[in-house]
């Protein structure tokens, strides 16, 4: 196995050491493998697809178009 050395910051380290019964190299393990998983099956998806990157900045302007009106809306009932 290779072994990899992780910066973190001091606050999250302190909180770390204070729960040593965690095996953290296994946290770390875990969430690569994760992360992994999720970009393998992302390929998968990707390989089929016709959008292109404009069509998915389109998509997203959209979308957060929608969030913003939605969001002044339920600010608006407050």
């Not at 998509?59 to 969030?67: A, D, L, Q, V």
Request: overall charge positive.
């Amino acid at each position: 196995m290779t072994n990899m050395t992780l910066s973190v910051p001091k606050e999250l380290y302190s909180e770390m050491t204070a729960h040593s019964e965690i095996k953290w190299s296994d946290v770390a393990r875990q969430a690569f493998e994760k992360k992994v998983e999720e970009l393998h099956w992302m390929d998968k998806v990707l390989e089929k697809s016709t959008l292109t990157e404009k069509d998915a900045d389109e998509i997203g302007h959209k979308i957060k178009g929608e969030m913003a009106k939605r969001f002044k809306r339920i600010r608006s009932l407050s």
